[in-house]
């Protein structure tokens, strides 16, 4: 099973700050990486896929690079309606497997 | 729009079983590879099981192989996990997931609201 470490667990930020979360799988996933959003109470929402394509509908301030083993998700000016957690999902071999989530608090 | 539905969760005792249901609409539902994933209270998210667009593909995790079933009913535009022997560690608000397929991969690309299902005596 290949393992997603996400990092941080957690993270405080000012609005307009950016912010900087990283994935890294535990063998090579070539671009196999997704992100997702998930606020509280809701299902989660497909923000980037194969690491660096932004999907339908989401602020261009969202974007993801990285290949192979380590991956980072960049929220740019970060708004308060980002307040969530925030899980890497990789797709490259079963079971598909995801991060254990960073949380993104606004202070 | 495409929406996925989920239905069936509850509270049942353990060894029991449930039934869960995601109606599908807004898209050819027949086209399209489904998952089931689930988030136990508090948790991250737990891949559960896979079914191919016309069902007869089929994977599940570990934890629940041997107990659950994955199923479809394309008519119907319908996808189903049937759980026995359910245990207190499958507690959990349960994710329908559509799979999008291309020549890159693959990824879930829509899911649905989530049902609750709550193992307990």
């Known amino acids: 099973e290949i393992v997603l470490t996400q990092s941080p667990d957690f993270q405080s930020v000012t609005p307009k700050e950016k912010v900087t979360i990283t994935c890294r799988a535990s063998q090579s996933i070539g671009s196999n990486l997704h992100w997702y959003q998930q606020k509280p109470d809701q299902s989660p929402k497909l923000l980037i896929k194969?690491?660096?394509q932004s999907f339908s509908g989401v602020p261009s301030r969202f974007s993801g690079s990285g290949s192979g083993t380590d991956f980072t998700l960049t929220i740019n000016s970060l708004e308060a309606e980002d307040a969530a957690t925030y899980y890497c999902h990789q797709s490259s071999r079963l079971p598909h497997t995801f991060g254990q989530g960073t949380k993104v608090e606004i202070k | 729009e495409v929406q996925l539905v989920e239905s069936g969760g509850g509270l049942v005792q353990p060894g029991g079983s449930l039934r869960l249901s995601c109606a599908a609409s807004?898209?050819?539902?027949?086209?399209?590879?489904m998952n089931w994933v689930r988030q136990a209270p508090g948790k991250g998210l737990e891949w559960v099981s896979y079914i191919g667009s016309s069902g007869t593909t089929i994977f599940y995790a570990d934890s629940v192989q041997g107990r659950f079933t994955i199923s479809r009913d394309n008519a119907r535009n319908s996808l189903y996990l049937q759980m026995n022997s359910l245990r207190a560690e499958d507690t959990a608000v349960y994710y329908c997931?559509?799979?999008?397929?291309?020549?890159?991969?693959?990824?879930?690309?829509?899911w649905g609201q989530g049902t609750l299902v709550t193992v307990s005596s």
């Open positions: 997931a559509r799979d999008y397929s291309s020549s890159s991969g693959r990824v879930f690309d829509c």
């Open positions: 807004g898209f050819t539902f027949s086209s399209y590879e």
């Open positions: 194969y690491a660096s």
